[in-house]
């Protein structure tokens, strides 16, 4: 986020650092083939007990690792079992589920997941089942008087749920659905997530912030907390330069520079040398929280400020100093947890991937291969990776759940760091918030599952 200049050009490539590289997919495929073994056709794998669970409704797996893992699986170039995952896809997954599903999750996961995947392979199911997905979501959108989409929606009968909603899951949706259009030539989802954006826009505030949560009926906010970087937030501001970066679409750029500038102007404090986006009253710039989320940490480096991103990156790395591994939320005036675990998160990974990749100083890979590591030693269980339930605690205490967008997300992040992945375009590649390759996949790299 931040823009004080155009974004810079990427490189061609990479230099690949292979023994890291290697490691890092030996890990992924550790954690692949728990899944497989204990949880298979299921949404995510209960590692420690030898359990599943379903993401989106109890009763109605979709298989959401599956498609949360598939660009992933082809960057890596196990090709077996991408095969594996196609065939499952096409013979088992379908949409006509009673069921109500959370719209951003949908949409960031199985519509963006489905989109890669049919990116990486060119298997026209894939598409088709993502075409069918977007289709049952669009009531969320269409029935809205404002536009902004409700929280949930029921697959089959399209009845809509959740008035109010957090910002970024009214504004997170302009990447997947942009791309469906362009791949289907149907302009219908472009248009829905846009007209959404739209929406909020025109209800910032005098001094061009934005509060938290949003009725979508009455268009009214239903706090006041302008958090920007953090969930339940961050995610909006992404999209907004992502169509700009994707889709050249000026008036989405324009108005991520509007919002840019003004959290420049309001939330910016530095502490003790560590920069950090204070919680303000939107509507007059007051404080109100000194709280931070370990998913904010992503969010600077896709607008192009280099600086202010690499400065926040070290605030968080201070936080790993601290911890080892990253809480979920800190008081950031006193560096401490007042959120102690950690669901395996992979927002400081993504953040080392972006700078590395924009700037090539070698202190993101330094810091990367510490958070692989750290990864390794406290998240690893027999059968894959689990979260953390407390980073204080030592020895930490670990859970039972390996969240599905560790497939999309930590490995890959990682991977893209150290490998130079010959499958992807470094040089105009484009990912979204979940992880998810929607620009800049190659279908033809070296091959093989090595």
Known sequence: MLPARAAPVRPRALLPDREKADEIREEFVHAWEGYKRLAWGHDEVLPVSGRHREFFAKGHPVGLSIVEALDTLHLMELDTEVDRCVSWIKSRLRFDVDADFQVFETTIRLVGGLLSGYLATGEKALLDRCADLADRLLPAFTSSRTGMPYRYVNLRTGRVSGATLPLAEVGTHILEFGTLSRLTGDARYERAAKRALRAVVERRSSIDLLASRINVESGQWADRAGIAVDPPA???????????????????????RMFAAALKRHQVEWVDGLLWFKHVDFRTGALIGTRQSA????????????????????????????????????????????????????????????????????????????????????????????????????????????????????????????????????????????????????????????
């Open 295 to 450: 998913l904010s940490v992503a969010v600077l480096p896709v607008g192009g400020d280099d600086e202010l991103a690499a400065d926040y990156y070290k605030s968080w790395t201070a936080v790993l100093d601290k911890y080892d591994v990253i809480p979920e939320e800190i008081d950031y005036r006193r560096l401490e947890a007042v959120g102690t675990g950690n669901a395996l998160r992979p927002e400081y990974a993504n953040c080392a991937f972006q700078l590395y990749w924009t700037t090539g100083d070698p202190y993101y890979r330094t810091t990367a291969w510490r958070y692989f590591r750290n990864l390794r030693e406290y998240h690893r269980v027999r059968d894959g990776y689990t979260v953390v339930t407390d980073v204080t605690a030592r020895p930490m205490t670990k859970g039972d759940h390996c969240p599905a967008y560790v497939f999309a997300e930590n490995f890959k992040w990682l991977y893209l760091t150290f490998s130079g992945a010959p499958r992807f375009d470094y040089a105009h590649g484009y990912l979204s918030t979940e992880g998810k390759v929607l620009q800049g996949l190659r279908r033809n790299g070296a091959a093989g599952d090595g």
């Open 234 to 256: 961050d995610s909006f501001y992404e999209y907004l330069w992502g169509a700009w970066e994707m889709f050249r679409d000026e008036e989405c750029r324009d108005w991520f």
